[in-house]
């Protein structure tokens, strides 16, 4: 811990020994520091006897005390003892005789005043730290002693309020920045079938194969959204795809049917509107082979991927496909990997009506895709900073707008409030362009105790009008000087 260093000049304390007698003019106390240095306090001083007027009789005992300043608990160090030139003598003429004068045993120091040449003695003592002292004063108590029956108690002289003055911790301030309210929020769930047709055909039979399953699921999903009274249903979007056997353009016209009539399916079932809907066929699936391929363990998925990318034909590549393995290859894509790409891709898209704090703060335990940014700030500010559900809030807005600087910027802060600094500049690291991002970059690395990097960021950010910024560079500026 740094030294604490007070200079005190006290050109003081008249002690009072009788009603006739002013015994001591002064007593200073100079260059008087105080500290906790592991598990003791220390007290040092120069106590000077210049101007002292103690009658040759006399005995001064200075005893500094510490008090606590909430409790009656005190400890007395060491007393420092000042002896007219008579007692002086006395003791000392008791010391050869084996007949001692009487003293505080545990005196720090004993000196004979001397009015011709004052004295500075040095007085260093230390005691050990009670939690007590970590609030509590220092004083020095003073008694007179001269002829047996006038003892005269002098009174206490305070140094300090406060020994143990812990240096002032810095302050830093984290920014958040309030994203804006979306005018509309606009939402949109995807979502795949998989039905099954007649070969060449597009009706879509509830009673065929699998079907019943794949419909009940997507009346589930339809009709989820239906009855949620706080969205209204805009558009749908439907995508049909093939698998790649056969003829391209075939495929192509065979997907565009079937997905019109998914979507006949959608507006009659569920009374959508069918000019709401948007119907595309998009043919052969090779992307999603591709994809597939990939992460398989298929000993020719080199070979299979080589023909995607080099054979520009669509309707060339399955004659290059069922070369490879003597046939078994291709079997294996016509039994495993084409069905799944047989599908129908919808994609529901809605408005959401804003809510209340109170109602966000239900939400988004249930369904937080439904908030916007702002609204999920407004919950966040409803908890404590460095709660668990303060950070939940803006982990939540990462999850969903995983991309969106604001909701990176803002769920860094809630990281450092709770102390995970590394995870916060990982987060901002991703956005370490944005100049929004180095005040809080600057308080992350400040505590981690890279105070070089801390200034670079705050220096940056000062240098573009960021007040937060000023505030911490001048925080780190007091840090730096101690």
């Known amino acids: 811990m740094k030294k604490i260093q007070f200079i005190v000049a006290l050109s003081l304390l008249t002690f009072m020994a009788s009603a006739q007698t002013s015994y001591i003019q002064s007593v200073a106390f100079n260059n008087l520091t105080h500290q906790k240095s592991g598990n003791e306090v220390l007290v040092d001083a120069q106590i000077i006897t210049e101007g002292f007027d103690i009658r040759k009789n006399d005995m001064l005992v200075l005893t500094p005390v510490l008090y606590s300043n909430t409790s009656d608990d005190h400890i007395e160090l060491a007393p420092v003892v000042v002896l007219g030139k008579t007692r002086g003598k006395v003791i ?46 220092l004083s020095v108590k003073g008694v007179v002693n001269g002829c047996a029956d006038c003892s005269q108690g002098v009174g206490d002289l305070l140094l300090s309020e406060r020994v143990i003055k812990e240096p002032s911790q810095p302050i ?44 009940n699921r997507v009346d589930r999903v339809i009709n989820e959204v239906k009855s949620n009274k706080d969205l209204e249903i805009t558009e749908f979007t439907v995508t049909g795809y093939a698998s790649p056997e056969g003829n391209f353009e075939s495929n192509r016209a065979l997907s565009d049917r079937r997905a019109n009539s998914f979507a006949d399916y959608l507006s009659s079932t569920h009374g959508v509107a069918r000019d709401r809907f948007r119907v595309s066929g998009l043919g052969e699936d090779w992307n999603g082979l591709k994809e597939a391929v990939e992460k398989s363990s298929l000993a020719d ?180 000087e101690n």
Do not use: C
């Not at 670079?456 to 001048?474: S, T, V």
């Open 172 to 215: 830093y301030k984290l920014t958040y920045i309030v994203p804006d309210a979306e005018p509309v929020k606009a939402r949109s769930d995807r979502h795949s079938a998989s039905f099954n047709y007649r070969v060449g055909r597009h009706e879509l039979l509830r009673d065929f194969q699998n079907n019943a399953a794949e419909l």
């Open 301 to 480: 998925k080199n070979e299979i991927i080589r023909v995607i990318n080099n054979v520009s034909n669509p309707d060339a590549r399955d004659a290059e496909l069922k070369k490879l393995s003597g046939g078994q290859t291709y079997r294996s894509l016509l039994d495993i990997y084409y069905p799944p790409l047989r599908r129908t891709d919808y994609t529901i898209a809605y408005t959401v009506r804003a809510f209340s704090v109170e109602e966000a703060k239900g939400v988004i335990k249930t369904n937080p895709k439904l908030l916007s940014l702002n609204e999920m700030f407004l919950v966040a500010q409803t908890y404590a900073p460095a709660s668990s559900e303060f950070k939940e809030v803006f982990d939540i807005a990462t999850r969903l707008y995983p991309d969106e600087p604001i909701a990176i910027l803002n769920s860094a802060a809630a990281d450092i409030e709770g102390g995970n600094n590394r995870a916060a500049i990982d987060r901002l690291n991703r956005i370490e362009s944005d100049p929004r991002a180095w005040n809080n970059l600057g308080v992350a690395y400040v505590r981690l105790g890279d105070t070089a990097k801390a200034k670079e960021y705050f220096q940056r950010a000062a240098l573009r009008g960021d007040e937060d910024a000023k505030h911490n560079l001048e925080e780190l500026g007091k840090t730096m």
């Open 92 to 137: 000392e003429r008791g010391k050869r005789l084996n007949n001692p004068t009487p003293l505080p045993s545990n005196a720090a120091t004993v000196v004979v005043y001397d009015k011709k040449s004052p004295q500075a003695i040095r007085y260093s003592q230390r005691v050990p730290f009670l939690p007590w002292m970590s609030n509590a004063r």
